[in-house]
């Protein structure tokens, strides 16, 4: 079993519909979970992160941690054209701190 | 921009040559990691640098090599170079390296390995 694992995509949604992307791990003891955003040949770029079970909000994007499902997930509200990109989901290696694992990451893609 | 900066940003080179990529930290950060990104896929976590010594390696072979500066700069070093070796190396700064401290990334050295 992968450490983190999320849907390829791609995940396609009109404009101003809310994008849902998912990710599970493996890991029971994980403390952190990041969200990265890359857009076509560029590199990762966080967005969110959260440590505690329940929702963190922060403008259009909210995540959602549920540890005893071993779950986390990112929605992303009004979604714009311009949030068109690979959404990678990420938690720390077993004991490594904040040396991370990467899911493969799922392409979404907003359309007019 | 996150303030971290590689270089060079794309590079071609042939099958068992050796590389050198250079990444420089966030100011205030002294914990550099380094990524390899294969096209597809997510960053794979290559090792990690914290106050010049060796934090953690991931799975890659020991011609994958790095070392870190009193600066905090650092640099990946590939030797025997592979074809499989081509993707995108990524250098991510963060403020130390037990905690849970978030990560930022630089903007990448595209290597093609011919």
């Known amino acids: 079993q992968k450490e983190v694992e999320q849907n390829s995509g791609p995940l396609s949604v009109p404009e101003g519909a809310i994008a849902s992307l998912n990710c599970t791990y493996s890991?029971?003891?994980?403390?952190?979970f990041f969200w990265y955003r890359q857009y076509s040949g560029k590199s990762p770029e966080l967005i969110m992160s959260i440590y505690s079970n329940g929702d963190k909000e922060d403008g259009r994007f909210t995540a959602q941690l549920n540890k005893a499902s071993q779950y986390v997930s990112l929605l992303i509200r009004d979604s714009q054209p311009s949030d068109s990109a690979t959404y990678l989901c990420a938690v720390p290696l077993t004991g490594g701190g904040n040396k991370l694992t990467f899911g493969t990451g799922t392409q979404l893609k907003v359309e007019l | 921009e996150t303030g971290v900066t590689q270089s060079p940003t794309h590079l071609i080179k042939t099958r068992g040559q050796q590389v050198t990529l250079r990444c420089s930290s966030q100011s205030g950060h002294n914990t550099v990691s380094w990524y390899q990104q294969a096209l597809g896929q997510g960053p794979q976590f290559i090792f990690q640098?914290?106050?010049?010594?060796?934090?953690g390696r991931g799975n890659f072979p020991p011609r994958f090599s790095g070392l870190q500066f009193p600066n905090y700069s650092s640099e990946l070093n590939v030797n025997a170079l592979e074809l499989d070796d081509s993707a995108l190396y990524l250098c991510a700064s963060s403020l130390r390296s037990g905690g849970l401290d978030e990560q930022f990334f630089g903007p990448g050295t595209r290597l093609t390995v011919l």
């Open positions: 890991d029971r003891v994980s403390q952190s």
């Open positions: 640098y914290y106050r010049e010594e060796e934090n």
